[in-house]
Each structure stands twice: as C-alpha cells, then as structure tokens.
C-alpha cells in the first residue's frame, strides 16, 4: 500500500524557515519523481516543486524560487522541502506527490498518481 506522510508542518513568522518532509513507503522511492502542491483556502491547488528520481533536476514555480529547496534521500526514501524567507502568502495546506518518471507536464496536479494528506502552513505574526 502506497504511502506518503507529511510531516513539519506549523506555524512561522514572516521571514521565518521552515522545512517539511515526506516519508514514503509501498512503493520504489528511487524510481519516481517526488513533488509538493500546496492550497490556500478558497484557491486552486498549485505546483510548488519537484525533483526527479535521482535528484539531479529541480524545478520550482516561480513563487518560490530562490526561497526553497527540494532535495531528496532515496536511501531513506524521503523527501524534504526546505523553506526560507516565507510570507503570509505561503499559507496553505502542502501536499507531498509521487509518480513514475518526472511527468511531462510537472505542473499539473493531475499528473501525479499518489498524494499525502497534507501539512498545514501557517506565516503569520
């Protein structure tokens, strides 16, 4: 049974760091992608980043970039995400993902054959 658990979620000032991980298991970590959406209320689900399977390629949306850092560990088959300099707007619920190969098209939600429950990102004073 596939599974992928988000953990590191919380509450953080502006300006503050904060770092989520996704554990992984029911499935051969080390041959998919990984990524994370987040969802703000009242807002469509969007792409945040991803890395391929050997985690030599990186994308971000250009929200983020240059505020967060996806990396992953396949001999632990965990992935983290590490977020500075956040800001209110970074409020959402952070999904980790997974599919077979990096997807074409890794912006699209609808591309990604597993998903976590989700952490709870809060920026706020």
């Known amino acids: 049974q596939v599974q992928l658990v988000e953990s590191g979620g919380g509450l953080v000032q502006p300006g503050g760091s904060l770092r989520l991980s996704c554990a992984a298991s029911?499935?051969?970590?080390?041959?998919?992608?990984m990524g994370w959406f987040r969802q703000a209320p009242g807002k469509e689900r969007e792409f945040v980043s991803v890395?391929?399977?050997?985690?030599?390629?990186?994308y971000y949306a250009d929200s983020v970039t240059g505020r967060i850092t996806i990396s992953r560990d396949n001999a632990k088959n965990t992935m983290s995400l590490f977020m500075n300099s956040l800001k209110p707007e970074d409020t959402a619920v952070y999904y980790c993902?997974?599919?077979?190969?990096?997807?074409?098209?890794?912006?699209?939600?609808?591309?990604?054959?597993?998903w976590g429950q989700g952490t709870q990102v809060t920026v706020s004073s």
């Open positions: 029911g499935f051969t970590f080390s041959d998919y992608a």
């Open positions: 890395v391929d399977w050997s985690g030599d390629y990186t």
């Open positions: 993902v997974a599919d077979y190969i990096l997807p074409d098209h890794y912006t699209d939600s609808g591309q990604y054959h597993y």
